[in-house]
C-alpha cells in the first residue's frame, strides 16, 4: 500500500503595518489554506510582509521566502491574489520566475490558478494571420 505524501506550500502575504493590515494578512493566510486544500497541499510555513510596497520585490519577508524555496523542496508559494506577491505583471513574472528556477509555481487563490511559467522560446515562431514566420 503506497502512502500519500502531500506537497509541500508556503503561504505568502502583504498588507499595511496596521491592527487592520494584521487581520488582512490572517484574512490571507486562511484563503491560502484553502487553496492548500484544493491542490493538496500543506503549508510548510508561512511569511507576511506589513507595509511593503508592490511595486518592488526587495522586501524583507518575500526576500526571506526566496532563501527558503532555494533551500527547501516547496511545490508552491500560495498568495490570496496576485498583488500580494506584485503589483505589476513584469514583477510578477519576476518573482514567479525566480520561483520557477527552484522547481515551485505560483498559486493564486482568488483565480484558482497555478502558474507553470515556462522559461525561452518556443519551439515554432508565432504564427501571424495564420501563415507560421521563419
Avoid: W
Avoid at 492548500?36 to 510555513?45: F, G, N, P, S, Y
Avoid at 510582509?49 to 526566496?66: E, I, Q
Amino acid at each position: 500500500m503506497t502512502q500519500h505524501h502531500p506537497k509541500h506550500a508556503i503561504a505568502y502575504a502583504r498588507a499595511a503595518a496596521t491592527t487592520a493590515g494584521e487581520r488582512r494578512v490572517a484574512e490571507q493566510f486562511d484563503i491560502c489554506q484553502h487553496m492548500a486544500t484544493r491542490l493538496d497541499a500543506e503549508i510548510v510555513d508561512t511569511f507576511a510582509d506589513h507595509g511593503g510596497s508592490g511595486k518592488r520585490l526587495n522586501r524583507l519577508a518575500l526576500s526571506r521566502l526566496f532563501d527558503y524555496v532555494e533551500d527547501n523542496n516547496i511545490d508552491y508559494v500560495i498568495c490570496a491574489d496576485m498583488n500580494q506577491l506584485a503589483s505589476t505583471q513584469r514583477l510578477f513574472m519576476e518573482a514567479a520566475l525566480h520561483l520557477k528556477l527552484d522547481g515551485t509555481r505560483v498559486a493564486i487563490a482568488d483565480l484558482d490558478i497555478v502558474f507553470d511559467i515556462q522559461r525561452g522560446r518556443p519551439d515554432r515562431s508565432p504564427s501571424v494571420g495564420g501563415q507560421e514566420q521563419p
